[in-house]
T-cell receptor
């Protein structure tokens, strides 16, 4: 498969455990944040988003937490499955809608069966 | 509905050549953005087009250019290719008001 990052931080978790992936964003003016999942040979896939007027949002097996004070995002994946193995990116932008999406460096999640 | 379609999936070019990549956005999406992805630099923003106009531009040399057609399809061109241009080029589309970008599978460009 195609490598999306040779030197990414890696998180290894046992199947069934919960995973927490962290991200520090760079722009204090950013007010919209997205988590993406990228599998080998594919483009980034939208997982969940959150706006700055919220500090938590839940989806199916995933939760995003936002701490604007320290400019930190986290993605929690419950009951991690082998299919969750991928590279995860956080991305930020401003609510004006006319500013580009800026991506973090990514974290590789490896699920151990 | 169909997703974002990028063609071709793979390309091999020689240094000094030029290349054109194509992106067809999701139907109804008027904004198309291009990103370059490399192992060393991650996902870097190239440019965004909306209604045939470039709305934003990243920090890339003028060898990188793009355009958008009236049907929202977009192309990007890289002239005078360098070895460092080898990368996965990703296209993403969104509606004018929806901030959630949808990405295509990318075009893998290898410059030899």
């Amino acid at each position: 498969g195609e490598s999306v990052g040779l030197h990414l931080p890696t998180l290894s978790v046992q199947e069934g455990d919960n995973s927490i992936i962290n991200c520090a964003y760079s722009n204090s003016a950013s007010d919209y944040f997205i988590w993406y999942k990228q599998e080998s040979g594919k483009g980034p896939q939208f997982i969940i988003d959150i706006r700055s007027n919220m500090d938590k949002r839940q989806g199916q097996r995933v939760t995003v937490l936002l701490n604007k004070t320290v400019k930190h995002l986290s993605l929690q994946i419950a009951a991690t499955q082998p299919g969750d193995s991928a590279v995860y990116f956080c991305a930020e932008t401003r609510n004006s809608g006319n500013t580009p999406l800026v991506f973090g460096k990514g974290t590789r999640l490896s699920v151990i069966a | 509905k169909a997703g974002v379609t990028q063609t071709p999936r793979y390309l091999i070019k020689t240094r000094g050549q030029q290349v054109t990549l194509s992106c067809s956005p999701i139907s109804g999406h008027r904004s198309v953005s291009w990103y370059q992805q490399t192992p060393g630099q991650g996902l870097q923003f190239l440019f965004e087009y909306f209604s045939e106009t470039q709305r934003n531009k990243g920090n890339f040399p003028g060898r990188f250019s793009g355009r958008q057609f009236s049907n929202s399809r977009s192309e990007m061109n890289v002239s005078t290719l360098e070895l460092g241009d080898s990368a996965l080029y990703l296209c993403a589309s969104r509606t004018s008001s929806n901030y959630g970008y949808t990405f295509g599978s990318g075009t893998r460009l290898t410059v030899v």
